[in-house]
């Protein structure tokens, strides 16, 4: 069996992005990337460089992280994507990623900020007790710019521990009534933990 | 740019009968760079991700197949008992998101003298098996690789995936880069000290037009070491490492100069020997 479209024709990609069937008629040579900031217009998945140097254009795709600036949308007809507009729970309240890399000043400009935390979910679900050196390897794929990269090490491994304490799948949207992090909305929280060892804040 | 979506080879191989011309698609981490970089136009596209038959990797007659769409991902988490060597490739390649999509067939559709896969299978004496509307065949990787990114496939035909013989003992892989990750070798270094066959089997990527084999190297330390101990004299280690340089045709790029080449493989040879010996 085999499905082949002409050059000019745009062809119906269906897929399930952040749990909700999304469809667009796209022609072949878009990108992924473009996809979803274009047709479906999550602007929140980043294009740094475009050659899969930067990681900005990071989701996951099936739970793994991937460069969706190296995917054409038509390759992924059928499957399960998440991006960062997935994370945050309905009312707002951060991811426990997202709220790290804000305890932890993890980002500066944020432009690359998309794609660490699409990339510390796929690894944090993969590897729940990292050291120093095993997030470093896990994030190794993105680049910034601006934080020097400290900030980041500190927040996957605040997220680690404040994940391991809550036991929640990284890679699925927050459920604050859920874990530990009811009541802690995006913003309001009080001042950085700065031990990043997983404690709950009261 | 039309692209095709097969489920099976069949299907594969029609589409690329009726547009010898089409470029084969696998995770994508090399060619849609290409296409990015508006180095390549594709005036055809066809997409292996379906391709069934091209997926997992199997066991027969002793001889193990790797189907060509096995991801580095998977060579890291599943594959790592069964082919260590390669398994260690696999985690220096790109990063996490580079090895969840690019393949195994992708790096040997490439053929970088860089490839990173490719010293290993070399070592392995891996054939590539090739499938097109004339038949079936299978190609010694080092008669596969006919220079830096060229191959001696056939515009009607689809690599299917790599054939090796299993064997016992100790392998290792390394690379050196300029950072730890995310970085094309500079040089490469894979061994298998193969205790099945008693012969010491090697591969050095990045140090030549393709990645190639010593195989004067070879056979001394073969000679040298004591099989039943896996020891080996350091003299005799010493000379590996330069018989290997030896071995090499590096050439002086952005990435290094090939003296650098040269003397960095040697040094991957000797400690890569090392890790392999007991001490
Ligand atoms: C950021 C980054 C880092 C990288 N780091 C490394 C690294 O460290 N080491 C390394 O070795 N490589 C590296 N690469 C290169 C690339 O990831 C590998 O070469 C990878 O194996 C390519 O596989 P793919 O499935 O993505 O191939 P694709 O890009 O899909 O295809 C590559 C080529 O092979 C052909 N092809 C694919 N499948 C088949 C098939 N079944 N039959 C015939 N032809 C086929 C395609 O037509 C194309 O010409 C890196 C790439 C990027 C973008
Ligand atoms: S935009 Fe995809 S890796 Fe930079
Ligand atoms: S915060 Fe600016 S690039 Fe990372």
């Known amino acids: 069996m085999s499905v082949t479209a002409g050059a000019h024709e745009r062809i119906e990609v269906e897929v399930t992005v952040n749990g909700v069937p999304r469809a667009a008629e796209v022609p ?8 979803l900031r274009h047709d479906l217009r999550l602007t929140g998945t980043h294009v740094g460089c475009e050659h899969g140097v930067c990681g900005a254009c990071t989701i996951l795709l099936d739970g793994a992280p991937i460069r969706s600036c190296l995917a054409f949308a038509v390759s992924v ?13 309905d009312d707002g309240t951060l991811h426990p ?8 000043h993890g980002l500066q400009c944020g432009y690359c900020t998309p794609g660490f935390v699409m990339s510390a979910c796929g690894f944090l679900a993969e590897t729940t007790e990292p050291d120093d050196d095993e997030i470093r390897e896990g994030m190794s794929g993105n680049l910034c710019r601006c934080t020097g990269y400290a900030g980041i090490l500190a927040a996957v491994k605040q997220a680690a521990g404040d994940l391991r304490a809550s036991g929640a799948d990284p890679r699925s949207q927050h459920q604050p009534e859920d874990d530990a992090f009811a009541g802690r909305p995006g913003g309001e929280h009080g001042p950085a933990g700065g031990d990043g060892g997983g404690e709950v804040p009261s | 740019m039309p692209i095709s979506r097969p489920t099976d080879v069949t299907a594969t191989l029609d589409a690329l009968a009726a547009s010898p011309d089409a470029d084969l698609l696998a995770g994508g981490t090399d060619l849609v760079v290409e296409v990015n970089l508006d180095r390549r136009r594709p005036e055809h596209v066809i997409a292996l991700r379906r391709v069934t038959e091209l997926a997992g990797h199997d066991t027969t007659d002793g001889r193990l197949r790797l189907g060509a769409n096995v991801t580095y991902s998977e060579v890291e988490h599943d594959l790592a008992q069964l082919v260590p060597g390669l398994a260690m490739a696999a985690r220096t390649v790109g990063s996490p998101q580079i090895r969840n999509a690019g393949t195994l067939g992708g790096n ?19 054939e590539v098996e090739l499938a097109s509307p004339e038949g079936d065949r299978s190609v010694p990787l080092a008669n596969f690789l006919t220079g830096p990114k060229s191959t001696a ?22 690379k050196i880069g300029p950072r730890n990750a995310m970085v094309i070798s500079v040089a490469c270094f894979a061994i298998v000290l193969d205790t099945t066959n008693r012969r010491v089997r090697t591969g050095m ?3 030549g037009p393709t990645v190639l084999r010593s195989p004067d190297a070879e056979r001394a330390v073969t000679q040298a070491l004591d099989w039943d101990a896996l020891t080996c004299p350091e003299d005799a280690i010493d000379a590996f490492g330069r018989a290997c340089a030896e071995a ?17 493989v040697g040094v991957l040879a000797r400690r890569a020997l090392r890790r392999c010996l007991s001490t």
């Open chain 1, 28 to 35: 072949p040579r878009r990108l992924l990337s473009d996809f």
């Open chain 1, 77 to 89: 007809h059928g499957r399960e994507l998440t991006t960062v507009e997935g994370l945050a729970a």
């Open chain 1, 97 to 104: 990623v997202q709220a790290a890399f804000q305890d932890q």
């Open chain 2, 108 to 126: 040997l559709g490439t053929a970088s003298p860089a490839g990173d896969t490719l010293p290993w299978l070399l070592a392995m004496d891996a």
């Open chain 2, 153 to 174: 496939r056939r515009p009607a035909e689809l690599i299917t995936g790599v054939r090796l013989p299993r064997v016992e003992g100790p392998q290792h892989v390394s």
């Open chain 2, 205 to 207: 990527g990045a140090v």
């Open chain 2, 248 to 264: 090499t045709a590096p050439i002086t790029d952005h990435r290094s100069s090939a003296e650098y080449r040269r003397h960095a």
